[in-house]
Nanobody
Framework: VQLQASGGGLVQTGDSLRLSCAVS????????MAWFRQAPGKEREFVAG????????YYGNSVKGRFTISRDNAKSAVTLQMDALRPEDTAVYYC?????????????????WGQGTQVTVSS
């Protein structure tokens, strides 16, 4: 399965961005999807995850109430709507996929990764 992330950019504090991840090469509806991020010098951090049919969504504590993950199985895409952005949200954002039902917050359980898209929030 191939993942292609897009939508990053440079914004100011309080602005919004929408990240997208297009998936190809596999049956998208068979994959749990997630977004992670990694800032310089820090470990990769779970941001949000969504299960196969979008019934279950999970968020990292630092983004709850500001970010929303969604998926469109007909378009084989997952999106991350990011509102009220803060400088500490600055990172490279990665989409990830794993076959199966459960959303996990540990990077190593995701076997497929996109190339990452840079999000920079200026103060």
């Amino acid at each position: 399965v191939q993942l292609q992330a897009s939508g990053g950019g440079l914004v100011q504090t309080g602005d919004s961005l929408r990240l997208s991840c297009a998936v190809s090469g596999a049956a998208f509806s068979d994959y749990t999807m997630a977004w992670f991020r990694q800032a310089p010098g820090k470990e990769r951090e779970f941001v949000a995850g969504i299960n196969l049919n979008a019934e279950d969504r999970y968020y990292g504590n630092s983004v709850k109430g500001r970010f929303t993950i969604s998926r469109d199985n007909a378009k084989s895409a997952v999106t991350l709507q990011m509102d009220a952005l803060r400088p500490e949200d600055t990172a490279v954002y990665y989409c990830a996929a794993r076959a199966g039902r459960g959303v996990g917050m540990v990077p190593k359980i995701y076997r497929s990764w996109g190339q990452g898209t840079q999000v920079t929030v200026s103060s």
